[in-house]
């Protein structure tokens, strides 16, 4: 019989090296890949030309093929264009979501398909089962609960489910990871994690946005709730739900950014109470362990990748003839803080992954 294949997307970085070396271990016959997905290599930190080189030597010392795959044109439509056309309409972009969803679990999936592949393995914090009683792939958090990145993959399909393997998510801690680099000599075992999004590693996100939409974003007014002007602002893509610090303004008490008027070009500051949401609307919605419920489910609820889990119920919406919108409502036991629309909502029942979907409505 032969062997298994997998496709393994290599950064560079360590996770993704080890988890190689994982596979190799557990019978797999590996091809690493690297995806090439920003043109300017100066603005890019997942395919520099150093973590190309760093993901070919270790592939090459563990005997496996290696490719290069260009992704530059998907990558700019799908997540690039999407995280800027996001901050333009008001909303807080996750691009690492993005990136995963087409880059990762699209096209890479679609290229280790095209090679005769029976799975794709990533390094990321995550563990995927199947429920043996419906038969149903679950994605469940990591072990490792500091490095958790289940919420980052929510969309995931019941079919990319059963072809992706996540080796790294029955370790405890980092620490075990760049020790199994070290005892296999990899060049990078304590390489440093990137943090930053890879084609803004510098952080000035709206400077990388106006010199790609060679756009000056114009200044406005501040507000506050009842419509008084509070100051001026410096381009509404500056700003963000929940957001205090670098407002530029002299205030007698602590105000949040609590909306952003697109039409009128208003960012709105509170002093705390219009902050948080009863209730909100998330789109494109995807449920993992079971389809669509009839019945609101119980939950506990991250409205952003590092928030603390809020206790809450979700409902799949539907339209008046009780057909499925792919909309879903969530409640919050208390109101949540900072609700930005364009984030994702993930929901869990203990360490799995009920499903997820993008913010469309916020309600306070």
Not at 21 to 49: H, R, V, W
Not at 334 to 361: H, M, S
Request: charged share 30%; with cysteine.
């Amino acid at each position: 019989m032969s062997k298994k294949k997998a496709l393994i997307a290599m950064s560079g970085g360590v996770d993704s090296s080890v988890s190689a070396a994982l596979m190799q271990e557990a019978g797999f016959d590996c091809i690493g890949a690297t995806m090439k997905l920003y043109s300017d290599a100066s603005l890019n930190t997942c395919s520099t030309p150093d973590s190309v080189e760093d993901a070919r030597r270790v592939a090459e010392s563990l005997g496996m093929p290696f490719y290069v795959f260009d992704f530059t044109e998907d990558f700019d439509r799908e997540v690039v264009r999407r995280f800027i056309r996001t901050y333009e309409e008001g909303g807080t972009p996750n691009p690492c979501i993005e990136c995963n969803k087409y880059m990762k679990h699209k096209k890479l999936f679609d290229s280790a398909v095209s090679l005769g592949c029976d799975v794709i393995v990533t390094g990321h914090y995550a563990r995927i089962e199947q429920d043996p009683d419906t038969g149903r792939w679950l994605l469940k958090k990591a072990k490792n609960v500091a490095k958790d990145q289940s919420y980052v993959l929510y969309f995931m399909s019941q079919e990319q489910l059963e072809h992706t393997r996540f080796p790294l998510g029955e370790f405890a801690s980092k620490d075990e990871v760049r020790a199994r680099a070290e005892k296999l000599d990899f060049i990078n075992a304590h390489k440093h994690d990137s943090q930053d999004i890879c084609f803004v590693p510098d952080g000035k996100y709206v400077d990388f946005i106006e010199r790609y939409t060679k756009k000056t974003y114009a200044p406005g007014n501040f507000t506050d709730t009842e419509g008084n002007v509070l100051g001026q602002h410096k381009g509404i893509i500056r700003y963000t739900i929940g957001q205090r610090k670098g407002l530029g303004l002299a205030l007698k008490q602590p105000m949040y950014v609590c909306e952003k008027n697109m039409a009128n070009n208003d960012v709105i500051l509170t002093t705390g109470p219009e902050l948080y949401s009863k209730a909100l609307i998330a789109d494109n919605f995807n449920w993992i362990p079971f389809d669509e419920p009839k019945e609101p489910v119980r939950v506990t609820v991250k409205t952003r990748y590092k928030a603390k889990e809020s206790p809450a119920t979700a409902e799949a919406i539907r339209d008046e003839q009780g057909r499925l919108t792919g909309q879903t409502r969530i409640i919050f036991d208390e109101p949540e803080r900072a609700v930005a629309i364009g984030q994702a909502v993930v929901l869990y029942d203990g360490d799995i992954v009920v499903g997820g979907g993008t913010i469309i409505k916020a309600k306070r």
